[in-house]
Structure formats: structure tokens, C-alpha cells
């Protein structure tokens, strides 16, 4: 790919966990949350130590989390590589941006690729889903960008505000990532 950037992606770690945290205490980062509203700062934190653990050597982890990160800019997000099954060859996606001035940013469609690319390419996965709320439009722009499909649509999934929003459920085949990676090499 032709993409290139000042940001790179790594593995998260335990000296991420303040950072991650500070987050979740921003009103429209927690917007864009799958799922009940964030419990309390103590459970939260806990919950991310879990998930920034390491798995021991011989095991094969069931999730990845890798940190969007810029020499300049420090800490921007994670991309998460979750329910990996590594029979099936395939996963889900899910992104988070811990700046709402990056979101719109194209160093988050870069850091997708990137992440689309470790799946493929480094995890040797075929397939990658995503669930992506209809209201968060850039989000299903960049993954339609990288080459998915809507595959599903849950009709008022999710409620914001007080208001019931679908959400749509993408698939991206590797061949697919690979026909895009060759329009725009």
C-alpha cells in the first residue's frame, strides 16, 4: 500500500492503562462504546488490566489489542482484533479513538489498514467483522473503504440519547482487501 504516515501501531501494554482510561471519561468517546453504559472507574480499570494481559507463550491469544500511536502526538487509540478464531481463520475489529480531533483524521483509515493488513497479512486470518453503529458514519465509510460489505442490518440496536440507532454488521474477505490493496498500490 502506498499509505504512509508518522503513526504506527503496537501491542498495548500496562503503561498504556492511565492513558486508556482517561478516555473513558470523555462523554463522546464513551458515545461510541458498544454496550451498557461505562461502570465505575475501579471496574473499568480492571477489566483493561484483563484485557492488556498477556497470554503465556505457548497459548495462542484469543484477542489483540495493538495502540495507535505518533512520535508527535503520542497515544491516539486502539485497534482491537477480538474473538480470533484461529480454525476459521477469521475475527472482529473493532477501533477507538481516544481524541474526538482525530476521529475524522485519515490517520485512523491509515492505522485500519495497517491493522487490516496485520490480519491478513501477519495473523494469516480470511475473514474480519466489524459491528458499526449507523450514526458513526466515518467508521463504516473506512471499512467500506477497505473493501467490506454490509452483511447485516440490526434494526434499533442501540440506544443513544434516548433514541434506538441500527447498527450494521460488515464482512471483509481477504481477496476483497486484497483487490483494493491493488487499486491503490
Known amino acids: 500500500m502506498s499509505f504512509t504516515s508518522a503513526t504506527y501501531l503496537r501491542r498495548a501494554e500496562r503503561d498504556d492503562l492511565d492513558t486508556i482510561l482517561s478516555w473513558m471519561d470523555?462523554?463522546?468517546?464513551?458515545?461510541?462504546?458498544?454496550?451498557?453504559?461505562?461502570?465505575?472507574?475501579?471496574?473499568?480499570?480492571?477489566?483493561?488490566?484483563?484485557?492488556?494481559?498477556?497470554?503465556?507463550?505457548?497459548?495462542?491469544?484469543?484477542?489483540?489489542?495493538?495502540l495507535i500511536e505518533s512520535k508527535a502526538d503520542g497515544l491516539l487509540g486502539m485497534i482491537s482484533l477480538q474473538a480470533i478464531s484461529w480454525r476459521n481463520r477469521s475475527c472482529s475489529i473493532d477501533v477507538y479513538i481516544g481524541s474526538k480531533t482525530r476521529r475524522n483524521s485519515a490517520l485512523v483509515t491509515v492505522s485500519?489498514?495497517?491493522?487490516?493488513?496485520?490480519?491478513?497479512?501477519?495473523?494469516?486470518?480470511?475473514?474480519?467483522?466489524?459491528?458499526?453503529?449507523?450514526?458513526?458514519r466515518p467508521s463504516w465509510r473506512i471499512i467500506e473503504l477497505a473493501g467490506a460489505k454490509r452483511e447485516l442490518v440490526l434494526d434499533?440496536?442501540?440506544?443513544r440519547d434516548g433514541v434506538l440507532h441500527d447498527a450494521y454488521g460488515y464482512g471483509l474477505l481477504r481477496e476483497d482487501f486484497d483487490a483494493v490493496r491493488a487499486r491503490f498500490a
Open 26 to 66: 470523555d462523554p463522546e468517546f464513551q458515545y461510541y462504546l458498544y454496550g451498557d453504559a461505562a461502570q465505575s472507574s475501579r471496574q473499568i480499570r480492571e477489566k483493561i488490566i484483563l484485557m492488556l494481559g498477556r497470554s503465556p507463550g505457548n497459548m495462542t491469544p484469543p484477542a489483540l489489542y495493538l
Open 112 to 136: 485500519v489498514f495497517r491493522a487490516l493488513e496485520y490480519a491478513f497479512d501477519e495473523l494469516n486470518l480470511n475473514r474480519v467483522s466489524a459491528l458499526i453503529y449507523a450514526f458513526n
Open 156 to 159: 434499533k440496536h442501540v440506544l
